[in-house]
């Protein structure tokens, strides 16, 4: 059974920061790993999707990488801003059939001014 | 600009009365939708996935008979909350894939039900 965590499950750092965050899965046969982020109150928005043959992906300030073999992702922020405040989520998509994606439980991360 | 749009965003009921919120994918044919619910400060719960064309598939533990979910079209998956109770208070959130294995997972914004 496919098991998401993520670490830490909350982060608190000044403004300007450079930060990492860590989410690992339990079985590497995973199709694609997507990265969110949730603000309170709304829905998840997507930041960075990676395919199982990629190694990362870049979107602006965020980077994201993903070692299979080893089960882990790291969502990289680069000079964290207030508006970067969410809780971040990852999700591995398994299979095309039944329940496709696991979520990890999430980081709550707080930048402060 | 949003992929999949959640409707209402908000909504307020009387006990026993029924609520129906709606998921649309905008701009592709989602064969695939999940429908979950999330507890203040805790992560996602699947309720069920729904197959264009199929009966949903619900959790362990979610009343198929309670939530009731549709996916008639490609591009809508609706989830009825019947004779909704206080206990079923809570944010309600959708999302949307193709069956194709690289295919990211679009979000609606939620649903905000308040039963009273």
């Excluded at chain 2, 129906?20 to 695939?32: G, H, M, P, V, W």
């Excluded at chain 2, 309720?47 to 008639?72: C, R």
């Excluded at chain 2, 894939?97 to 990211?104: D, K, Q, Y």
Aim: aromatic content about 8%; glycine content about 6%.
């Amino acid at each position: 059974k496919q098991e998401v965590t993520q670490i830490p499950a909350a982060l608190s750092v000044p403004e300007g920061e450079n930060l990492v965050l860590n989410c690992s899965f339990t079985d590497s046969a995973i199709y694609n790993l997507q990265w969110f982020r949730q603000d309170p109150g709304k829905g998840l928005t997507s930041l960075l999707l990676i395919q199982s043959s990629q190694r990362e992906q870049t979107s602006g300030r965020l980077n994201a990488s993903l070692d299979k073999s080893s089960g882990r992702s790291t969502l990289y922020i680069a000079a964290s801003q207030p508006g970067d405040s969410a809780t971040y989520l990852c999700a591995v998509r398994r299979d095309n059939y039944g329940q496709n994606f696991v979520f990890g439980p999430g980081t709550r991360l707080s930048v402060l001014p | 600009g949003a992929v999949v749009s959640q409707h209402p965003s908000w909504v307020i009921c009387k006990s026993g009365t029924s609520v129906k919120i709606e998921c649309r994918s905008l701009d592709f044919q989602a064969t695939t939708m999940f429908w979950y619910r999330q507890f203040p400060k805790q992560s996602l719960m699947l309720m069920a996935t729904s197959n264009e064309g199929s009966k949903a598939t619900y959790e362990q533990g979610v009343e198929k008979d309670k939530f009731l979910i549709n996916h008639a079209s490609l591009t809508l998956s609706t989830l009825t909350v019947t004779s909704a109770h206080p206990e079923d208070s809570s944010f309600y959130i959708c999302s949307a894939t193709r069956m194709v294995a690289s295919s990211p997972l679009h979000f609606g914004n939620g649903t905000r039900l308040t039963v009273t």
